[in-house]
């Protein structure tokens, strides 16, 4: 009897423990912070090596409206930013619409603000006056290309950016998936960093095709000033959401207004709006929601799809 009142308290005694474990960590995950320095973190939407020195001066800016040292990082891609953001290594990310998505389902990410830029007219694919909220991917081949229309494109190579890329890779993907075209299994992906990359790559004849956003031969204009002639589109997604600014889930609301004020602040000044636009072709930002972002989560199923 002794022996069975011993092992009942020490059953007991784990069933506390864990439970008081249990509480403990739920306690922890409500709990919020407020960074005494901020780590940012950038995925690269050109050559990494240029958007990095770009990227600093934000530091100074950031820091000088937040009171607090800021430190600004370059990712490799936009898992490796919300695998940081999970691990607490990064207090804010610069995420795709769809890097956005991955982060918040995994509880790494909050949306706070989302990127304003010009929208882009055609066919010369030059910048509107108009700011807009989303934007377009295209498919850019070279002129005189056999491929005509994206139903060509079977068989052929295309240069791709990462998977969870909207425009480098989940829109067109999706959509084609939808009429009929298996891209992943149906054609050759290669995949390169930076959207600049994958234009010189049809340019040079290197890839058939690019997905790229629109109009991202805009990038490498000024090293191939032709490149509106020799590297055309041939088909348009719908419009995709903007880049996000996303934050820590468990950072305080508080500081997030702080935040979010900060970076609107500087995209309404005349040398926060052009360092923006130097670093991510943002114009500036407003807030926004989860639930824009349905979209996203909608193409990113079809994408699953095609690997089935």
Same mark, same amino acid.
């Given at each position: ?34 960074? +005494?320095?901020?780590?940012? &973190? ?16 934000? /530091? /100074?800016?950031?820091? @000088? ?11 490799? *891609? ?7 953001? @999970?691990? +607490?290594? %990064? ?14 389902? &995994?509880?790494?990410? *909050? ?8 929208? !882009? ?14 934007? $377009? ?35 067109? !993907?999706? /959509? ?25 790559? !049809? ?7 690019? #997905? ?19 590297? !055309? ?9 903007? *880049? ?9 609301? @508080?500081? $997030? @207004?702080?935040?979010?004020?900060? #970076? ?5 000044? +005349? ?25 996203? $989560?909608?193409?990113?199923?079809? %994408?699953?799809?095609?690997? &089935?």
């Amino acid at each position: 009897m002794k022996k069975i009142k011993k092992f009942l308290v020490i059953g007991l005694a784990v069933m506390l423990t864990l439970v008081a474990s249990a509480c403990s960590k739920k306690t922890d995950s409500k709990k919020t912070y407020t960074p +005494k320095v901020l780590n940012v &973190q950038f995925v690269p939407s050109q050559a990494a090596d240029k958007l990095e020195g770009r990227a600093k001066p934000l /530091e /100074e800016m950031l820091s @000088k409206k937040l009171g607090i040292p800021v430190h600004v990082t370059m990712s490799t *891609d936009y898992t490796t930013v919300v695998e940081a953001m @999970k691990s +607490k290594k %990064v207090d804010v990310g610069f995420l795709p619409p769809d890097g956005y998505v991955l982060g918040h389902k &995994q509880g790494a990410a *909050d949306i706070l603000l989302q990127a304003e830029r010009y929208g !882009v007219q055609q066919p010369n694919g030059m910048p509107s006056k108009k700011f807009v909220k989303s934007y $377009r991917a295209e498919i850019l081949v070279k002129k005189g290309s056999k491929i005509k229309s994206w139903k060509d494109l079977k068989g052929k190579s295309i240069s791709v950016q990462n998977p969870t890329s909207s425009s480098g890779y989940v829109f067109p !993907v999706a /959509e084609l998936y939808e009429k009929g075209l298996n891209v992943p299994k149906e054609c050759k992906l290669v995949t390169v960093t930076g959207h600049d990359q994958a234009v010189l790559n !049809v340019l040079n004849g290197d890839t058939d095709a690019a #997905f790229v956003f629109e109009d991202a031969r805009n990038n490498v204009k000024a090293d191939e000033p032709d490149i509106m002639k020799k590297v !055309v589109p041939i088909y348009f997604t719908k419009p995709i959401p903007n *880049d996000t600014i996303c934050v820590q889930p468990n950072m305080s609301k @508080k500081f $997030r @207004k702080k935040l979010a004020k900060a #970076f609107i602040e500087i995209g309404e000044s +005349k040398k926060g709006r052009a360092l923006l636009e130097s670093i991510y072709g943002h114009e500036g930002y407003v807030i926004a929601k989860n639930s824009d972002f349905n979209v996203v $989560r909608k193409y990113d199923k079809l %994408v699953d799809e095609t690997q &089935q």
